[in-house]
């Protein structure tokens, strides 16, 4: 399954609010799953399953979706969000993740 | 708390084989879930490679089936990947990554791996 990210490169000022997208090739229900990726640092989960919650992560980040359109929302980004955002998808084997959208400060 | 940490060589020429070991603490591997390799190639291309189940069963990208093997030391916590016949196109970060059950929740730091004659 492959997973389409849009835009690659999205710049914004701190304090926008955004919405990242993720198109599967195919449906793949909700087994869809948000990271976030700084220089140098492991990937980050931030949604599980679309919309679920991650303990810790801050409220901001949301997700929203099913099938084969998703969203990762963020809500007033903040200079701590600036990064790489990927999608993955397990609803089928194997794994796959998509190219990711590259979130920079305008 | 769950630490995962990979080790290996940095570098390794064309047409060798690839080896990494993944060592795991605050958990033991044979207690539950899959134990991934997950690399990012140059330019963020995210590739999930394969894992060993908590039981040892293994399942692999079918893009690197003939040259991938994924194992275990039980007695020390660690898992292993080796890659087979590498070129350069195999640059990349390896990550191990601990799945729960599908979608990464723990991950190593990650090591650099260079193919270059």
């Known amino acids: 399954i492959m997973l389409t990210q849009s835009p690659a490169t999205l710049s914004v000022t701190p304090g926008e609010s955004i919405s990242l997208s993720c198109r599967a090739s195919q449906s793949i229900s909700t087994n869809l799953h948000w990271y976030q990726q700084k220089p140098n640092e492991s990937p980050r989960v931030l949604i599980k399953y679309a919309s679920q919650s991650i303990s810790g992560i801050p409220s901001r980040f949301s997700g929203s979706g099913s099938g084969t359109d998703f969203t990762l929302n963020i809500n007033r980004v903040e200079p701590e969000d600036f990064s790489v955002y990927y999608c993955q998808q397990s609803n089928s084997w194997p794994l796959t993740f998509g190219s990711g959208t590259k979130l920079e400060i305008k | 708390e769950i630490q995962l940490q990979e080790s290996g060589p940095g570098l390794v020429k064309p047409s060798q084989s690839l080896s990494l070991t993944c060592s795991v603490t605050?958990?033991?591997?044979?207690?539950?879930?899959?134990w991934s390799w997950i690399r990012k190639f140059p330019g963020n291309k995210m590739e999930w490679m394969g894992y060993?189940?908590?039981?040892?069963?293994?399942n692999y990208n079918p893009s690197l089936k003939s040259r991938i093997s994924i194992t275990r030391d039980t007695s020390k916590n660690q898992f292993f990947l080796q890659l087979n016949s590498v070129t350069t196109e195999d640059t990349a970060t390896y990550y191990c990554?601990?799945?729960?059950?599908?979608?990464?929740?723990?991950w190593g730091q990650g090591t650099l791996v260079t193919v270059s004659s």
């Open positions: 060993i189940s908590y039981s040892g069963s293994t």
């Open positions: 990554a601990r799945a729960t059950p599908s979608w990464f929740a723990y």
């Open positions: 605050g958990y033991t591997i044979t207690s539950g879930y899959d």
